[in-house]
């Protein structure tokens, strides 16, 4: 009878074991069947009142699965991702890669542009804050998420903000667009257009016109000169015949008569006129 009963507990250990491998014995006597092991195939093993539980049937999974399947022991998912990491990043900053092993998880180093840690936070830093970025002076810094951009060069400037900006000479071409007559003169991102001179009306920026003296008061000419205009300025013809001086300055009148009287005979009355004379009977 005992014979027969080890044939029978043989028989149900080995088709134990073809099923899923067979977990160890359990110690003790009389003990029932031991419980399936976790993602095994039926394995199982016999535990005695105080036996110890069997070991994974073949084909079972070594790490223990968490809730909704992650892994929380740093092994892989079916899916393929880290079990640590498939949640929140693994605790890492959202910037950075997270990567589980047999040590935990691993977070790594915040991208350029920001500090701190991957593992605690990552801060973007406002370059614009030190030194307006590297941009040029003239020029407005913006701070971006990691990175930060420099505005154009104002007007009357040539480069970038990110370089440098140089002022324009506007007076090296075309005069800066005063008048030929007047000076041009450069000042930073800019230029003044001076004043027209003597002689003209009007601006250096907006143009320079001749001023026609001789239509007014005949230029300043003597009455018996003719005043003639000319480019900025004027001309006076000269004083008349029995006239001295200069048309600019007056002409007058020449007493002839005061000098050997005036060429007539010496018995003969001579009398000065407005640039002549005549002489009497």
Not at 97 to 116: D, E, F, M, Q, R
């Amino acid at each position: 009878m005992r014979a027969i009963q080890l044939s029978v507990c043989s028989v149900v250990l080995f088709s134990l074991a073809s099923c899923g491998g067979g977990g160890g014995a359990g110690t003790g006597t009389g003990g029932a069947a031991g419980a399936t092991s976790s993602g095994g195939k039926g394995g199982g093993s016999v535990a005695g009142a105080s036996g110890t539980a069997g070991r994974a049937g073949t084909g079972g999974a070594s790490g223990a699965l968490g809730t909704g399947g992650v892994r929380t022991d740093g092994g892989t998912n079916s899916d393929g991702s880290d079990g640590l990491c498939a949640v929140s990043n693994g605790g890492c900053d959202p910037l950075v890669t997270c990567s589980a092993g047999g040590a935990g998880v691993v977070c790594g180093a915040c991208p350029s542009g920001y500090t701190g840690t991957g593992a605690t936070a990552c801060t973007d830093i406002n370059e614009c804050a030190t030194n307006n970025g590297g941009c040029d002076a003239l020029t407005t810094c913006t701070n971006t998420p990691g990175a930060w951009t420099c505005g154009a060069c104002p007007s009357g400037y040539a480069g970038s903000g990110a370089t440098a900006c140089t002022d324009i000479n506007e007076c090296a071409t075309n005069n800066g667009g005063c008048d030929a007559l007047a000076a041009c003169v450069n000042t930073p991102g800019a230029f003044t257009c001076g004043d027209c001179p003597a002689g003209f009306t009007g601006g250096g920026s907006s143009g320079c016109v001749d001023i026609n003296e001789c239509a007014t008061n005949n230029g300043g000419c003597d009455a018996l000169t003719t005043c003639t205009n000319t480019v900025g300025s004027r001309t006076c013809s000269a004083c008349s015949s029995g006239y001295t001086g200069v048309g600019a300055t007056g002409c007058v009148d020449i007493n002839e008569c005061a000098t050997n009287n005036g060429g007539c005979d010496a018995l003969a009355t001579c009398t000065n006129t407005a640039g002549a004379f005549t002489c009497g009977g």
